[in-house]
């Protein structure tokens, strides 16, 4: 009598540990990206749909298809590849790198990889079929000349530019758009019956119908007239629409922005801590346009408790909405001299997140004990419930605590307690940002002054004063709590990350400080309190701004990553972006991760995974540079204006920059910049020093160095490319005495002979 076989058991689903998570976010959950990253590496081997499919038990018609959208979806953030049979790849097996593409006005290009480390050079060749803001893979194929690591072009993951605003011209026949974007060294072709009445020398906006390939340039058409060149505000059109900033709030938006009321509804006051009897207060710039931070202090025995309370940004925003993913597009407002492209829309910005005067408003709370050396000995977050006690500004705050002016006084008396409170805590945080030894850098910020018709009438810098300090010190150490209470609770989060100076970087900057007699501590891992010593041992030096200004470019950019890794600048183990949700996502995602904590959530049912934050720290990264690239481009335009009338003038300047092709001046108390070609030097040949910041005259012994003071005449400006240009003025006593050393030059040059 035959056995019977035993009946198999059902094939097991391989462990998913983020099961939990997909559960709640999909009716029929299939394997996560971390699993199914997990099981291709175990793999060992490249895998094709089918067998994929197969391994993690998916059959069903609906599982295939949600299989089939999430290996899409990781193909297009770079975490995978099909090679040529269809099989899928890890991109982290394979000799590949996934990042940015930043372009260059002269055709090449460089790829920011996701993961970090240096930008791969991509030569005009490989930059035809990409724009500026792409992303892509790409294969190192070597070092260029130059040392740098070299690309070639594997796959474009994803398209970023989709419209361009520029110029339009007709040549020959053939009618253009030519970018202002300088990063864009494409020209986009308009077809004939795609020019909607644009005439030459127009600012237009065009959209790409066709993206650029080996073979030829991109294509596209005429969506929008702009105007002309010169029309007041301009400049600002151009840089929204040339650097692709999301401006126009889409359709779902604006349907859910309706559902929201001026004040705050009632049922969401419930189950918060009310701190509406708390006299927290706001203070910002006199023309700050949206107020989503309070403090409050009050003095516990030796120290103090500060309250840091932040607008609840993400009660109103909700994971997956329309407002959320048009927030999340943006990634952060974007400000501009005369008018902010917010991230969010005015009915939360203005209105339901802005902490504004006696009025109910709900926050995100960080409570903290601090000591009177500054340390923090204990934090906790929860929500709140507040009303604004006052709105001040800074110019007030520092009259009442620095000036001790008596009306002011008098004004506030109710008040100048909690601000001598909030004062004596910023000078316990001074002291141990002192002790940590985190680096003070001078810098100068301008605004601009506009006069009639819109022109610009001045450019002024921007004071710091204590009030400023003060609100620094003290949203800082708010950041410093939310990403130690991010870690210790293990939720997938972004950080703000500032990562040490790289080996290359500290190599060139020891040798320039060789140069001085100086030298920099912490062997080949300095921190920042190596940097803070330095500044500190040469501030009385002549040429303290020059070694200030080589310390501050050997460091790295800092940027979003949910990896922590410190801020090296502040010197701080942990930190993370939590001070201003309405107007910067990361803060957004920090708020929803410690609401999620406080809710009784983990890791496990966080509704996002560490890969996701991955990829929303690159793009929340992209967007911080890419606003920063289009107010630039703005300031750039406005101040080349500002200077058209001053043609032939003399101005007194600072030397800003060194480079192969001249020198950048900064000019003294107009605060422009303009270039110095090499061959509008004095006659000579010159030669670039790199290391030493510096150009030397190789005749006359001539040398222009960073930051040392010249003086230049207006020579060009350039209001197409946002340029000018300048000539050094060389004196009758500075020319005699260069005739020695010619003479000596000469001698050298005949002994070697």
């Not at 986009?188 to 795609?194: C, F, G, Q, S, W």
């Not at 902010?340 to 926050?363: A, H, Q």
């Not at 101040?639 to 043609?647: G, R, V």
């Amino acid at each position: 009598m035959k056995k019977k076989p035993k009946p198999q058991k059902a094939a097991r689903r391989p462990h998913d540990p983020y099961a939990e998570r997909e559960a709640q976010k999909y009716a029929r959950p299939i394997a996560s990206r971390e699993a199914i990253l997990h099981w291709l590496e175990k793999a060992g081997t490249p895998l094709r749909f089918e067998r994929l499919a197969q391994d993690l038990h998916l059959r069903h018609t609906d599982e295939l298809e949600a299989l089939s959208r999430r290996l899409a979806a990781m193909l297009r953030d770079g975490q995978l590849v099909q090679n040529r049979r269809d099989e899928y790849c890890l991109v982290k097996l394979l000799p590949l790198v996934a990042g940015t593409v930043i372009g260059h006005r002269d055709g090449f290009g460089f790829l920011k990889p996701d993961e970090g480390g240096d930008d791969v050079f991509l030569p005009p060749r490989q930059m035809r079929t990409l724009m500026h803001g792409d992303r892509a893979l790409v294969r190192v194929q070597g070092r260029d000349a130059r040392g740098r690591a070299e690309g070639s072009l594997v796959d474009v993951l994803e398209r970023n530019t989709h419209e361009v605003a520029g110029r339009y011209v007709e040549e020959h026949g053939v009618s253009f758009v030519q970018p202002d974007n300088s990063r864009i060294a494409h020209t986009v072709l308009v077809p004939a019956a795609e020019r909607n009445g644009a005439r030459p020398g127009q600012m237009v906006v065009a959209e790409l119908t066709q993206q650029p390939d080996k073979q030829s340039e991109p294509i596209g058409r005429v969506t929008r007239i702009l105007g002309e060149r010169h029309a007041p505000g301009m400049e600002v059109e151009l840089a929204v629409h040339a650097h692709g900033l999301p401006h126009d709030w889409p359709l779902d938006v604006q349907r859910e922005m309706r559902a929201f009321d001026e004040s705050v509804p009632e049922a969401s006051k419930q189950g918060r801590l009310d701190l509406r009897n708390t006299p927290l207060v706001t203070i910002d710039g006199e023309d700050a346009r949206d107020f989503d931070d309070a403090v409050y202090c009050e003095r516990r025995g030796n120290g103090f408790r500060l309250l840091v309370a932040i607008a609840d940004v993400s009660h109103y925003v909700q994971p997956g909405s329309a407002l959320d993913l048009e927030a999340r597009n943006r990634g952060t407002s974007v400000y501009f001299p005369d008018r902010v492209i917010p991230m969010l829309p005015k009915v939360l910005s203005n209105g339901l997140c802005s902490i504004n005067p006696e009025v109910d408003r709900l926050c995100m709370v960080c409570d903290m004990r601090v000591s009177a050396e500054g340390n923090i000995s204990q934090a906790h977050f929860y929500e709140g419930l507040m009303r604004s006690a006052a709105r001040f500004t800074y110019t007030r705050v520092a009259g009442i605590l620095v000036d001790k002016d008596e009306k002011l006084r008098r004004e506030y008396a109710q008040l100048v307690s909690q601000l001598e409170n909030l004062y004596g805590v910023y000078h316990a945080l001074a002291k141990a940002r002192a002790k940590r030894g985190a680096i003070d850098f001078d810098s100068t910020e301008t605004r601009v002054i506009f006069g009639e018709d819109r022109k610009v009438a001045a450019i002024k810098p921007l004071v710091r004063n204590d009030a400023h300090r003060l609100i620094e010190e003290c949203m800082i150490a708010a950041n410093v709590e939310a990403a130690r209470f991010l870690e210790k609770h293990q939720i997938p989060a972004l950080y703000r990350v500032h990562a040490s100076p790289d080996a290359d970087g500290l190599k060139e900057l020891r040798i320039f400080l060789g140069t001085l007699g100086l030298s920099l501590g912490g062997g080949q891992k300095p921190d920042a309190m190596h940097y803070a010593r330095l500044l500190d041992k040469v501030k009385g030096r002549p040429d303290k701004a020059l070694i200030q200004t080589v310390l501050l470019r050997s460091l790295s950019q800092a940027v979003y990553s949910p990896v922590n890794v410190g801020h090296f600048g502040l010197s701080l183990s942990h930190y993370a972006h939590f001070t201003s949700p309405i107007r910067r996502y990361p803060d957004l995602l920090v708020h929803r991760a410690i609401r999620h904590v406080l809710r009784g959530g983990s890791a496990k049912n966080f509704q996002y995974s560490v890969t996701q934050m991955e990829n929303l720290g690159s793009h929340c990264s992209m967007t911080e540079r890419r606003a920063d690239e289009a107010t630039r481009d703005a300031m750039d335009w406005l101040k080349a204006e500002y200077m058209q009338d001053k043609l032939g003038e003399e101005f007194d300047g600072l030397i800003t920059g060194v480079l192969p092709f001249g020198l950048f001046v900064q000019l003294k108390d107009l605060y422009v910049e303009g270039l110095v070609h090499v061959t509008s030097l004095p006659s000579d040949y010159y030669s670039h020093d790199p290391v030493g910041h510096r150009m030397v005259g190789e005749r006359s012994g001539r040398i222009y160095r960073l930051t040392d003071p010249i003086r230049v005449r207006v020579s060009n400006v350039n209001l197409e490319e946002h340029k000018i240009d300048f000539e050094p003025i060389i004196s009758a006593q500075e020319t005699r005495s260069e005739r020695p050393a010619t003479r000596h030059a000469k001698k050298l040059r005949h002994k070697k002979r």
